[in-house]
């Protein structure tokens, strides 16, 4: 009997019995009308119970999950029912989503004919990485009287972890073959000057650089001979991320880290496809999970089981640790993608020593945020003299970080400055452009 489960209109039934017994007490004929009533609803019970119950596996159900949900971005579930049982059945279908969605009124109706199959699916947009946990997927059948319903339970506790973003990867793959980062349309790149790597000596044609005359080769040859060259390969490009106290800040359920880690993940894909070798690593107090740049096949699920676990600690980041770090682990030029977080000059300029620092010997690209909360406040039109007030003080943050960006080019260092949301398209966009430009 665990399984019975009584509907509503069971119980509208009996209180439309109750009210004719009471009636009754004025009208004496109607006594007899409730006895009858009152033993059809049981009747009508009683045979939809043994319709249901009759039939052991009346309803079988799965519930189709990918292999890893992909964190802040909308992940389908599939759920397949199939209604066993000689009759059209109306069911409710629960499933006991993981507690990290807050989600505590999840039903689904639907109604499906005899011997059929019904699929559908619903979508979950986890907004932290870790490990969710699928309860029973409950399926509550009953035949088209409704009075009683029948519980199903199928696929109890299963574990799924929550990688970072990886759906939309192969999206960013075709945007980077076509060159289309920028928001508002396609970003064509003049490549300039020479970041590339001796192939041979050839003689001279019209239409070749005259930079590129082998002088000692021409003297021997008695012929204008120039070297020719191939885009360089295998470039190193790091990806560090800050997981301080500043990067725990929220915008649209996402923190800056995991919006920098989504990042990392879809520049690394595009790296490793541009025939890079890409590397990471995380730093706070110190520099953890550490990854080597190397191209090889498996080196995005390295990265991105790196990633997996990466939580803000909440302490103030050792950008002079970093530093040390730095020096230590890449002992060859390499591009660097820092992604952090500074809101005031005076925060940047306590840590501009040690950026300096790592752009001596790298090509430094600081990754940082705009305030999205901040950046419609501007742009909205004020109505009162507490939101004009409000407007001026946006503004001045505003003007506060493109000064953060002026400091930063002065000293040669180049920024990324960009809405969370946009932040996917922006990082690579810049990545593609110091390529073309082959200034690394």
Known sequence: MKNLYIHTRFFLMLISVGIIYVFAFFFPWLMFVAHIFLLLVFLLAIVEYLFLFNEKEGVSAQRILPEKLSNGDENPVKIDIKNNYNFKINVNVIDEIPFQFQKRDFLIKKKIESRKNLFFQYILEPKERGEYSFGALNVY?????????????????????AYPSFIHLRKYELMALQNEFLLGGTKKI???????????????????????????????????????FQDEKAQRVFIIIDKGR??????????????????????????????????????????????????????????SEALYNVKTDFFESDFNRLYQDVNFSLNQRSLILLFTNFETLDGLNRQIKYLRGISKNHLLVVVFFKNAELHQLIHKKPNNTQEIYDQIIAEKFEFEKKLIIQELRKYGIFSVYTLPEN????????????KARGIL
Request: positive net charge.
């Open 246 to 303: 500043t990067m725990k800040m929220p915008f649209k359920g996402l923190s800056l880290l995991d919006y920098s880690i989504n990042a990392s993940m879809a520049l690394a894909h595009i790296i490793l496809k541009k025939g890079d070798r890409a590397g990471m690593m995380t730093f706070s107090k110190k520099a953890e999970n550490k990854v080597a740049a190397d191209h090889k096949s498996g080196q995005l699920k390295k990265i």
């Open 423 to 434: 932040l996917n398209v922006d990082v690579i966009n810049k990545y593609l452009e110091i």
């Open 141 to 161: 059948a009953s035949s088209p009287l409704g009075l009683i319903a029948k519980r199903f339970r199928f696929q109890k506790d299963v574990m799924l972890p």
């Open 190 to 228: 003049r490549k300039l000057g020479h970041t590339m790597e001796f192939e041979q000596i050839k003689e001279y044609v019209p239409g070749d650089d005259i930079r590129t005359v082998n002088w000692k080769a021409t003297s021997k040859s008695n012929r204008l001979m120039v070297n020719q």
